[in-house]
């Protein structure tokens, strides 16, 4: 049986807010949990105008992957990067084979892994995010941050049934590869500070941090713009200027959240490190020490102390 609805991977943060967005539309969505599946309805809390919390409640489908039921023609993976994988193939069999298949999950290189596990005739529209949300629990999530979403097509089949059309108003993009490079540069600054040094994103344009932010963010800069950067058909044209003001405006429209990969660290969970500032350890040609001062310290998690107070001799 053709389902036509949404299916979602994932009742995290992300997958929740995606869950209430696409509701929003009027679309039929169906959320698949890998833990403990709720039985109460999604519920996503905001802040109005006036800083009033406001709750709104959606009727839609909490499952887990035993008890799903026909194809869907579209899906949404909202795992961290490291689950996007295993992830799609406990749902594969649930898929349309000429359905889509898109991803909303932070980092670079998970999303090109998952090309070969795709069936022949699915698009793969990879998705970034900056909109901020915290999980308060398995059906409830809250708002935390204003942002922006983009979806573009990383891998297109003539035979797809939605030709090259995302069918989400708003939030198509024909040059994903450059969002999507510059996201990760936006992570590799926001999300090793603030889980380093255990602080809200807005902190990371404050003292004692912001000589750290402003050295991180030089550094990739320089890196992106090298001529022998794989990407750098993506990024030449970036400026520490650019990648500054960028980079800033997130953390102001996110000042109050607390990055995904702090939230990580802080509840002991697995963190992303591997996609993000490995990414620019492995990829980038020129020096990145900084960069590689983060993914060091954050595969070193017992000594977060000693790295901490090693950065800030560092930079003051
Ligand atoms: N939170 C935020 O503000 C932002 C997050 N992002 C990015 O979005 C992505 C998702 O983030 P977020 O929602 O915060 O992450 P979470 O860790 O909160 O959620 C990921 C969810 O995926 C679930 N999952 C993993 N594998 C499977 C599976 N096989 N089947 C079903 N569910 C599965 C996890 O299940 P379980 O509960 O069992 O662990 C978890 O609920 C990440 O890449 C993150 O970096 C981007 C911008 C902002
Ligand atoms: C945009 C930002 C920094 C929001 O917190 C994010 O992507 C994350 O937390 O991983």
New binding site residues.
């Given amino acids: 049986m053709t389902k036509d609805g949404w299916l979602i991977?994932?009742?995290?943060?992300?997958?929740?807010?995606w869950a209430s967005k696409l509701s929003e539309l009027g679309e039929e969505v169906t959320v698949?949990?890998?833990?403990?599946v709720p039985s109460a309805p999604l519920e996503v809390e905001n802040e109005d105008e006036w800083g009033a919390t406001q709750t709104r409640r959606y009727n839609i489908e909490f499952t887990?992957?035993n008890h799903l039921t026909g194809k869907y023609t579209k899906t949404l993976l909202?795992?961290?990067?490291f689950?996007l994988i295993?992830?799609f193939l406990?749902?594969r069999a649930h898929t349309k084979k000429r359905g889509i298949v898109a991803t909303?999950?932070?980092?670079m290189g998970a999303q090109h892994d998952l090309i070969p596990h795709l069936k022949k005739h699915q698009n793969l529209w990879a998705g970034v995010?900056?909109?901020?949300?915290?999980?308060l629990s398995?059906n409830s999530v809250r708002k935390?941050?204003i942002?922006d979403t983009f979806f573009g097509l990383i891998r297109d089949s003539e035979q797809c049934l939605f030709a090259d059309a995302f069918p989400f108003p708003d939030v198509q993009s024909a040059n994903v590869e450059q969002r999507l490079i510059e996201k990760v540069a936006i992570?590799a600054v926001i999300?090793p500070l603030t889980a380093i040094f255990s602080i809200r994103n807005g902190q990371v344009l404050e003292q004692p941090i912001r000589p750290i932010f402003d050295a991180a963010i030089n550094e990739l800069a320089q890196a992106m713009r090298s001529q022998c950067f794989k990407y750098n058909a993506h990024t030449k044209n970036v400026t520490p200027e650019s990648l500054h003001q960028r980079i800033s405006t997130v953390a102001r429209l996110?000042a109050m959240?607390c990055?995904?990969?702090y939230?990580?660290v802080r509840n002991l969970?697995r963190t992303?490190n591997e996609y993000i500032s490995g990414f620019f350890h492995r990829e980038a040609q020129e020096d990145t020490p900084l960069q590689d001062f983060f993914y060091h310290a954050l595969n070193d998690q017992e000594h977060l102390e000693e790295h901490k107070k090693k950065l800030l001799t560092m930079y003051h």
């Fill in positions: 991977v994932g009742n995290g943060s992300i997958g929740l807010l698949v949990c890998r833990s403990s887990d992957k909202c795992t961290k990067a689950d295993p992830a406990d749902i909303l999950c932070n980092g995010t900056s909109e901020g949300a915290l999980k398995p935390t941050g942002g992570n999300n996110t959240n990055s995904s990969m939230e990580d969970r992303e």
